[in-house]
């Protein structure tokens, strides 16, 4: 990110949401057509709407609520609202919003033969506390464990950013309780409270996890492709641990000191995501697409759990010998919803200017940066040559820093959290690069 006022833009966010809502009586209606039916695990839901590529389906019973992001295709959308807790909910309530929150449509649905369980007492004498709530987290789902004697029964309640809900869970025998509690429309690494109660309402235990992230498979590499015998080294930005760089030179051979750690990263204005997994999410889809075309990929960082410093990812990618270095970022700003991607490469370090000349160099970015464009359907986008990165300045290689989206925005928040459209960035990022090898540069055709 580029900017580090994240207060600010929360709270101008949350402004957002309110005058959102205000407007939503009266936003125009472009759904139509919902259709929900009960499937076994939930309810599935299916509407038509032409205007938008992507929205978001809030739903709500008296058991659970969550927020699913669907991706629209050809107007079409469906999905399924996960009801893993329905216990005594009677209906269900949606809302389609567009991911800038303005309401598009409502409706409620009827839920079938739901029967509340029957409550049991609790002893006298039951445990005032649970001292030994355990939770493990996974992929998409928490599993907990305690104990609490004399209580036959007790109420388990989770929340998430992204879904909240509550069941009455049922002793196993020796006051012990354990389960799994299945949180669909969380995402990677998101955190989960859980909070334990007697049936008299009385707080048992608390505590918080995070969901894993549990990484895809990129070990195919083709054996020919377009990118066959290109070295590429991908940096996904920032990390789940604290990184201390101290100071370094800002280029070889600059006499200005600058940090060489790494900068403050974004958090999802909404979803409350880091940067730091949306971007690792991102660059296992771009490893996953090169070595499909034949390309050798190392990563800086393949995990969320480490700690490495800006200075470190350009020795990295030096020591490996890579062609290309591509550091993927997602950004942050204080002024208003943007929604634009950003290409920095170097502009005064003699490691840049022995690669090419700048001014091609910044054709090369701008072919990166038009495809992007392109698979995406982000209109705005901008080029920068500039002195301001560290691990740009200090690599070896054709590099560049890509802001791929605005954390900040709400919308894009959102969207990011997709599958769709981060594979939509790796798309463009990896076509605009099979084009920068093969020579089919914008402006500039080079040897
Ligand atoms: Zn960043």
Known sequence: MLHKRLMQIILFAVLLCCVSSLGSAVAAKSVTG???????????????????????????????????????????????????????????????????ERLLDKATFDLNDVKAPETRKVSSGAAAKVKDLTLTPGDKYVDYSFTAPGHHQAIVQFSSVMQKGQLIVDEQGDGRFSGRLLLPCANAKDSVTVTV????????????????????????????????????????????????????????????????????????????????????????RICRRLRELGAEVTMTRWVEEVSVTNMERAEYANEQGADYFLRIHLNMSSEGNNNAIYVYGPSNSPYAKAVMPI?????????????????????????????????????????????????????????????????????????????????????????
């Open 34 to 100: 919902i259709r929900l039916s009960e499937t076994g695990t939930g309810v599935s839901c299916s509407f038509a709407c032409p205007d938008y590529p992507y929205l978001l389906v809030k739903y709500k019973t008296a058991d659970e609520s969550g927020i699913l992001v669907l991706t629209g295709r050809n107007g079409q959308f469906e999905g399924e609202i996960p009801l893993p807790c329905k216990q005594k909910a009677k209906n269900l309530k949606i809302e389609i919003k567009t991911p800038s």
């Open 197 to 284: 109660s007697g049936l008299n309402n009385r707080k048992l235990a608390s505590d918080k996890v995070r969901l894993l992230f549990v990484p895809p498979d990129v070990s195919y590499v083709a054996e020919e492709g377009p990118l066959k015998g290109v070295k590429v080294c991908l940096d996904p930005g920032h990390q789940g641990l604290e990184v201390h760089g101290g100071r370094v030179h800002q280029y070889p051979g600059s006499e200005k000191l600058v940090s060489g750690g790494n900068s403050t990263m974004g958090q999802g204005a909404v979803t409350l995501r880091k940067e730091s997994i949306a971007v690792l999410e991102i660059s296992y």
């Open 359 to 447: 001014e091609q160099y910044r054709d090369v970015a701008q072919t990166i940066l038009d495809a992007m464009k392109e698979s995406t359907g982000v209109k705005g986008g901008v080029v920068r040559m500039s002195d301001q990165f560290v691990g740009n300045n200090w690599s070896k290689m054709t590099t560049f820093l890509i802001e791929c989206g605005f954390l900040s925005t709400p919308a894009n928040d959102w969207i990011l959290t997709t599958d769709d459209y981060q594979e939509k960035i790796a798309q463009g990022m990896v076509e605009g690069l099979q084009a920068v090898v093969e020579g089919r540069l914008k402006k500039f055709v080079f040897h």
